[in-house]
């Protein structure tokens, strides 16, 4: 059975208590409650994937969420009678016993029975909210105090969103983790509130009618499922909203270089999620190559969890607070620069890194820097597209203060105050 090599001596939100053992490939490893099949793989060493579909290039898992395009499993989960077909490792939450199998293209769906239950439930509410990052539950919270009626939805297992990934963070002059735990209570006390984790709002259709499917089993080992055998699987909600607000966030976009398909390049808002989140460093060794000052949160958090820093590559030549910063503790910063290629078989092994002009253009001598990860920090792109059919020809939208997409039908009355 492999070892966790890449986990670090302590931190993340895992239970290190609780032992799980699962294969990958017919190769077992360990990981612990808490973790993602991706991040339990990471924590053992494995960075790498299914090859590409057509060429067959080595493949390495690159983002820590739904937006993961290269870690595609077909998996079959302790105590159901059939595989899941194609699922992202990334959004697999890891339980007992659990058996993967890396996919190159699309998945086979299994021909067995399935013989699980399946429900759905009808609801209506006045305030309907997805996602359960800092902006959601603030605007859950608002409603929730102004007596509506609020649903409050989230795919994770627990509410917080980005700032489960984050590290020293204030909200309201406390410290995240209490601000996030002192919500959570208020949310749970509150008669009219209803919260779903683990829990996707995947369709929108008129008159504010979105439907949302909850996984009810899919955490729990084999022995845990037998003793809620009449429990349905997952459950379908069909909910029909005065207003809703879509907080589910953004997901950062990566630059474009030769071989950045290689498996060690990744996003660093990833790197960023498996080091606080989950405790695991995806490399020993981590270039960053930015566009913003992003990276420069990453390449602190890495410093500080003594994985080291190869170089922060900034596009910008202008030198910010955030890299004097960098440099200040240490960290080598190389302004109005760009990763042009890397070097490695298959993982990364080393970045070429050269100087650009304003155009974008590589200038000057070109540099190899020594790195096992590239993390890389384009922008980020807010979530709110991947639901179009809330902004229709029948409602109005506005972008709160704090980022979120406010819909609400102008046939409708609010009797309630959103931020």
Known sequence: MSTTSHRLADGGRIDRSTRLTFSVDG????????????????????????????????????????????????????GDAVAESMLPATAVELVDGLQADYLSGLGELDPADDTAIYDKKYVHTDVLVIGAGPTGLAAARTAAASGARV?????????????????????????????????????????????????????SYDANYVIALESRLDHLDGPAKEALAGLSRQRLWHIRAQQVIIATGAHERPLV?????????????????????????????????????????????????????????????????????????????????????????????AATVSAIDADGVAVGERR?????????????????????????????????????????????????ILP
């Open 27 to 78: 190769q077992e490893y360990a990981g612990h409650a808490g973790d993602t099949l991706a991040s339990a793989l990471i924590a053992n060493g494995v960075l790498e994937c299914g090859p590409s579909l057509y060429r067959q290039r080595p493949r390495g898992v690159l983002a820590a969420g739904v937006e993961e395009a290269n870690a595609l499993v077909r998996l079959r989960r302790p």
């Open 151 to 203: 649903i409050l939805v989230d795919d994770q297992p627990e509410l917080g969103g980005s700032l489960l990934s984050a590290r020293d963070l204030e909200i309201d002059d406390v410290d995240s983790d209490t601000w996030l735990r002192g919500v959570a209570e208020e949310l749970a006390a509150a008669p009219e509130v209803t919260v779903l984790t683990r829990t996707n709002a995947f369709g």
């Open 368 to 416: 190899e820097i020594a790195c096992d990860t590239v993390a890389v920090a384009r922008r980020l792109e807010l979530d709110p597209p991947h639901y179009p059919s809330l902004i229709s020809r029948e409602g109005a939208f506005s972008l709160s203060r704090f980022g979120a997409l406010h819909v609400e039908r102008p046939l409708l009355s609010p009797n309630c």
């Open 257 to 349: 270089f030769g071989n950045n398909d290689r498996p060690g390049v990744m996003l660093a808002s990833a790197v960023r999620t498996y080091l606080n989140r989950y405790g695991v460093a995806a490399g020993s060794n981590v270039l960053l190559a930015t566009t913003n000052d992003s990276a420069y949160e990453v390449a602190a958090d890495l410093a500080g969890a003594g994985v080291a820093v190869a170089a922060v590559v900034d596009a910008r030549a202008e030198r910010s607070e955030a890299a004097r910063r960098a440099e200040e503790a240490g960290i080598e910063v190389v302004l109005g620069s760009a990763v042009l290629d890397t070097a490695g078989d298959p993982r990364v092994t």
